[in-house]
């Protein structure tokens, strides 16, 4: 071939690999970002006698662990397995926003998919149960307690014993406990 013929098709296969590998990077960015719309990668609750209070905000969620309060609480008239009501502690911009649409209720009524790097606590008494699972956050809701279970007496913030929640044949949870920790600081 002509060097005419081939320089210009050098840089049209050049450009056309350089537009793949771009569309594969924006590919990858929209689905990192759609998932940080969902806001689907944490879910909290606490747990007393009469109300299963349920956040999908880390900051509403540690503001309520330290002082019982939260920007906007919202009731929900129903009740979970244990028979406590479920309340929503919301960001106060939350407010208006349309119940349905908001995390904490999506995943209570398990149409949110949860993110690959999930993360959940649920705080009961002296216990704080943490989760990397969400199906397993949703069995300890159902049953009371996780099926297989790591703990740590005392471990907790204020002296918590922590439950991590396992699958089957799982080791220790490493990762898990030092994710924990540095959300707990």
């Known amino acids: 071939m002509k060097s005419f013929v081939i320089k210009p098709l050098s840089i049209a296969l050049l450009a056309a690999a350089m537009a793949v590998g771009s569309l594969h990077a924006a590919a990858a960015n929209a689905t990192q970002s759609a ?62 926003k349309d119940i349905n649409t908001l995390s904490a209720k999506r995943f209570l009524d398990v149409n949110l998919p949860p993110a690959a790097d999930f993360y959940g606590e649920i705080r009961q008494d002296n216990k704080i149960f943490v989760f990397k699972r969400y199906g397993d956050m949703k ?7 996780p099926i297989f279970s790591y703990m740590e007496l005392g471990g907790g913030p204020q002296g918590e014993r922590l439950v991590f929640a396992l699958q089957k044949e799982e080791k220790k949870p490493d990762a898990l406990i030092a994710k924990f920790h540095t959300l707990n600081r």
């Open 35 to 96: 998932e940080m719309a969902l806001n689907n990668d944490d879910w909290y609750q606490v747990w007393t006698e009469s109300q299963a209070v349920v956040f999908d905000d880390h900051a509403v969620y540690m503001e309520y662990v330290k002082t019982g309060k939260a920007p906007y609480m919202k009731d929900l008239g129903v009740k979970d397995p244990a028979g406590r009501a479920i309340v929503l502690a919301l960001r106060a911009e939350d407010k208006g």
């Open 139 to 145: 069995d300890t809701i159902s049953l009371g307690a």
